[in-house]
């Protein structure tokens, strides 16, 4: 009786684990059909002519039973298919719209009050003979372009599906399970597409946001929930996003392409100033005005913002800006960048790794044997053309294309970094050593951690301060000598799903927490309504103010921001005294 007890709760355990895996692993329905009813044959065949032999013939039907749900799970892998515009079944169609190279039709949101037109070409593909070459523009077409699913996300090393999932599981709380969604996304060096979101209807000269997706310059898509644009084109704003070149396709350096084209190492920066251009000759046609364009970016994205707020050739191409969890206006940007020397040092010793002579060479390998190298080139490059000098230098001499600027970070920056490398009392000194050097004794005198608790979150502030904050006080005063008006915020507010960490505001600044999610409560979505609002207006005139909204001061002495976390409120920067020892060890000038 035990036996036969401990036989069905160890069945019931390692199917529940196959249907998980299943479910997880975003396989087809027919995997489904299979896996039941490969359990009713195994069970039948178990429990008639297998129970009562020897224990190796059990074993072998053991075996057996998960040799083939392995071959289940292969034969129904779910496929590669492009992700569509909408989620809803059979949407409709929007009228035409000419664009400079063809005309094109978008898709309807359900209610009908939002056109999206997701995988407009905005340059040439950069395969072939065009890789590491600037963007190009793309070939012109007659017949009407259906633009109704979006383009393949740029070229990056890919996770298996169920490893996706449980990073949603354990990092964003909010799987759901779902018969829609089995299978993967499409990755390809064929990227260069944009994606508007504009209010149904003949509009005209509405605000244009622009937004830049992060991802550490390594990973990423456009068509991310999170950001996606219905929330601005319901309040009468058309967003615009894009894919660009990522990893070692979008920012490799090499001395032969620096001397044919006279730049290299930014080819996803130039993928960006060329969407930026395609919207200036071409939003007009969707009802937007190409003489009201704000730029965005999070994460590597405000990275790239930042670096089109001082590049030549994105002048002229946008009005304002908008930064979220990251610059590189410090005089040492503590990641995402690096000096033309250090950028064709990496490059020779990558045509070594693989045999190669010349960028020439390295076109001909497949892209899927050095898309891992972009653990080693994801960096921004002081190139002399995109960027004639690093931003702090250029901003210091007074160079900037935008006319306002709105930029903040969130309390737990440091959150998804560390999850692995939380400190304690036994390793929290040396890390502070190894990240202040000489001035470290002055940092542990701020930051004085009694006990493992206290070092742990001592750690995570300082992490945060040192790779995300600092950058912002640092843009936020150069900002200030160039008379620009500057809001700053500072994003505090919990909630079940990404909290206060990193990216975590995103879903609030677009307007789009899911409207049947748990994991945000009533505030949550008031808060929202707050940040988008703030946004919006700062979208459409510079100026994120108005008169329902609690009065955002201009930072004009670097010291006083915006909260938005359990109240909205003017506070004072949080982290002056160890910003002042960091101004000491990078000879910050002001």
């Given at each position: 009786m035990i036996m036969k007890v401990l036989f069905w709760i160890f069945f019931v355990l390692l199917n529940c684990l196959f249907t998980a895996v299943l479910e997880l692993n975003k396989n087809t329905m027919p995997g489904?059909?299979?896996?039941v009813t490969w359990i009713i044959v195994w069970l039948l065949f178990y429990r008639r002519r297998v129970v009562h032999m020897q224990w190796f013939v059990k074993g072998l039907a053991w075996i057996s039973y998960i040799g083939v749900f392995a071959l289940i799970l292969r034969l129904t892998w779910p496929p590669v298919r492009a992700v569509p515009a909408v989620n809803h079944k059979n949407p409709v169609s929007t009228d035409v719209y000419?664009?400079?190279?063809?005309?094109?039709?978008?898709?309807?949101?359900?209610?009908?009050?939002?056109?999206?037109?997701?995988?407009?070409?905005?340059?040439?593909?950069?395969?072939?003979?065009?890789?590491?070459?600037?963007?190009?523009?793309?070939?012109?077409?007659?017949?009407?372009?259906?633009?109704?699913h979006f383009a393949p996300m740029s070229m990056?090393?890919?996770n298996l599906p169920i490893y996706n999932s449980l990073a949603q599981i354990i990092g964003c709380h909010d799987y759901q399970i779902s018969l829609h969604d089995n299978y993967r996304e499409p990755v390809s060096e064929d990227s260069l597409y944009l994606n508007i979101w504009k209010p149904a209807g003949d509009v005209k000269d509405c605000p244009v946001a622009v937004y830049i997706h992060g991802g550490s310059l390594q990973t990423g898509q456009p068509w991310y929930a999170d950001y996606s644009g219905e929330g601005y084109a319901k309040d009468g704003v058309i967003c615009v996003n894009m894919g660009y070149r990522l990893g070692v396709f979008g920012f490799l350096a090499d001395e032969q392409a620096l001397k044919e084209d006279g730049t290299s190492g930014n080819y996803g920066l130039l993928d960006q100033?060329?969407?930026?251009q395609w919207v200036k000759d071409n939003i007009a046609s969707f009802g937007g005005d190409p003489d009201n364009v704000t730029v965005i970016g999070e994460s590597a994205g405000a990275v790239c913002v930042d670096a089109l707020c001082v590049s030549p050739l994105a002048s002229g191409l946008f009005d304002r800006a908008i930064l979220e969890?990251?610059?590189?206006?410090?005089?040492?940007?503590?990641?995402?960048?690096?000096t033309l020397e250090e950028a064709l040092a990496s490059s020779k010793e990558l045509?070594?790794?693989?045999?190669c002579a010349s960028l020439d060479d390295l076109r001909k390998i497949p892209a899927e044997q050095i898309v891992g190298e972009q653990e080693t080139q994801h960096h921004v490059t002081i190139d002399g053309t995109v960027l004639p000098d690093s931003p702090y230098a250029l901003r210091r001499s007074g160079v900037h294309n935008e006319s306002a600027l709105l930029h903040g970070f969130n309390t737990e920056e440091s959150g998804p970094f560390i999850i692995f490398s939380h400190a304690s009392m036994k390793n929290y000194k040396d890390r502070i050593r190894t990240f202040f050097g000489e001035y470290a004794d002055e940092v542990l005198a701020l930051y004085p951690a009694k006990n493992d608790i206290e070092a742990d979150?001592?750690?995570a502030q300082i992490y945060g301060a040192v790779f995300f904050n600092y950058s912002h006080y640092c843009l936020n005063r150069l900002a200030v000598e160039s008379d620009i008006p500057v809001y700053e915020y500072l994003f505090s507010k919990h909630n079940g799903r990404l909290s206060s960490w990193h990216s975590g505001e995103m879903v609030y600044t677009f307007g789009v927490i899911p409207e049947g999610s748990k994991l945000y409560d009533a505030y949550d979505r008031q808060l929202s309504d707050i940040m988008h609002a703030y946004w919006v207006r700062f979208v459409t005139d510079g100026d994120p103010n108005s008169p329902d909204l609690p009065l955002w001061q201009v930072n004009t002495d670097s010291q006083r921001m915006m909260e938005f976390g359990d109240e909205v409120r003017m506070i004072h920067e949080p982290y002056l005294k160890l910003y002042e020892i960091m101004d000491r060890m990078q000879g910050f000038e002001s």
């Open positions: 489904w059909v299979m896996l000419e664009t400079q190279y063809g005309p094109v039709s978008g898709v309807f949101s359900q209610d009908q009050s939002i056109e999206v037109f997701a995988g407009i070409p905005y340059a040439a593909p950069p395969v072939d003979e065009l890789r590491w070459k600037a963007p190009q523009d793309p070939e012109s077409w007659t017949e009407v372009r259906v633009c109704d990056q090393s890919t100033i060329k969407a930026l969890s990251s610059t590189v206006s410090s005089v040492q940007p503590p990641h995402s960048y690096r045509l070594a790794r693989y045999n979150r001592y750690w």
